[in-house]
């Protein structure tokens, strides 16, 4: 039901739920009227008990909204959704976020409803599992359990109709490795394919062909380095051109070359990494260089410090030259005659780089980090094939690339604003993950809703050949599945209803991979076209909107429990003793 004929009078024991409701937010009310959904009871502290089939029917229709809501986002002409989120303060500001992630919209949303709860669960584990897909699995739920409504106007049991979901699973998961495609390492174009088709509609078309050759990459690149993970994957982020985003395999610091008479670009690197500093230590004067006192009676004594103090520091700069490195990179300081000296040899110097910074550049290059400059030799030193500073609005790289260790890897990654920084972050690390899933199992599945139009059509002469009454369920199934093909074709301002049809029956005379061509409408071979999911994803998301709808049929009361006054008061009062102000003068206040 399109939410703008959504009325009070649509939801079942309204007037219960009202009754005890408690005060609402200025927040919620304004989300409330966002999304059309004043006075609907979907949201906040009510207490209630409800019957079977009251229990049934309320919880489908929560679930029929929040899926509604999700399921314009799904495929590649799906459509954004604006979250305005109130920060608190003295001048209240609003966070606008706009996003064609379903598992990021829905982690901004705050439901009261508990069932609404148990959907932002849904999409969070369907996310963290396998990175993508969670639009579908809104859709998927959404049809089967309006399906499973029909079914109950029939007469069939909730128990029965859950038996035939999970008969008609359990047949659909055993065919999804029949339809497959085997991918591998060397297959890059398929990979690529399949990161294209994830990242379709989300908001980067111009940028599509990079990004996805950009993250198949990086996928690959993960496998080389042991124990790499999406966490140790270093995004930099500056402002530039989204197509200007590469990807380093080897280290990037925050950081800048000692002087600007120094190379700014270094191939082939040979690379000396220290713990110490380069500097004239008068150990008479002071036991630290930091703190020399100068007492110089005459000019000539100041002018012979400084000479000695060059020579002194040249030489040692000159064994950086001599263990044969032509950069440096330092955790301490460098005199300022030491870099005048490197400056002049031609050595890049770095100084002041983190511990865990000159670490992993020692790791990745494979120097050995060495104490005091006199110690340096040819041994210590490490490699790269480019050292480069990269200067940017907001501070300079070092970036060592081709390493031959790279202990991490580090993306720099480009955009014109910051919001737009963080959505393609976001973008590419689940794609990324989608890709690793792929290169796991080997095996990806035809795309836009094919798979599910094959599993629909099999599913069909499965039941055909089931006597039980849980074959009524196996065909609501296989007509939940054609929700989602249908939904990719609605979104894209399409006749979803005669596509279906005509899909439906080629599936029927047999293995095809035809679906809908979403700019014409047209069947078409949509693996020819190169719109391909990953096996994992539609597993994945089969199972998660099962089970769900299982345990929708399976509930048939809610109890709610608000909290005590006793309670409430007890964790005000701790709010106030963390936010520092002592919990007896709010008691105070509250009983005058
Ligand atoms: N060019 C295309 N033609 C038809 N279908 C496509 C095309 N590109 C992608 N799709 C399909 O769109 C669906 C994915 O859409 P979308 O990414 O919006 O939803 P989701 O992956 O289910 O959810 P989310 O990405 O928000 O977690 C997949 O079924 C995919 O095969
Ligand atoms: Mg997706």
Redesign the pocket.
Known sequence: MPLDRVTPADIPSQQQMIADSLKRSAARQQFLAYTGLKKAQLFKDYAWKTGREETLQSNAKVVEIITGIVST????K?LDKMVVKEMGGVRPTRKVTIT????EFLSLLEFEHPVGTLLVDVAKT??GEVG??????FVLIGALLSEALKLRRLGLHPAVIARGYEMACRQALKELEGISLEVGEGDAALLGQVAT??I???GVASFTAKLSSLVVDLALEMRRVPRADLSNVEVYRMPGNISDTSLIRGVVIRNEMASRGMPRVIKDARIATLFTPIVFRDMERSPSYDEVVFNFTKPEEMKSYADSRYRVVSLLAEKVQRAGANVLCTRKGLDEAAVARLESLGIAAIRRISDEDVQRIASATGARVVSGVGNLTADDIGTADLVEEVWSENGNWIKFEGCKNPASISVLLKSPSEEMTFEVEHLMK?AISTIRNVLRNGRVLP???VTHLSLASSLRKHSANTGSREAFAVESFANALEE?PST?ARNAGLDSSKILTRLRAAHSRGPTRL????STGEACD?VE?G???PLD?VRQ?LITATEFTKAILRLDQVIFTPTTREEQVRKRQQERAERGKRAEDWVEEKTV
């Open positions: 986002m799904l495929g590649p799906g064609n992630d379903s598992a369907v996310d993508d897909g969670v639009a579908s699995t088709t994830a379709s509609g989300k689940n795309g836009g809703g989602v990719i679906g809908v061509d979403i949509l076209r719109v391909l999911d994803v998301s």
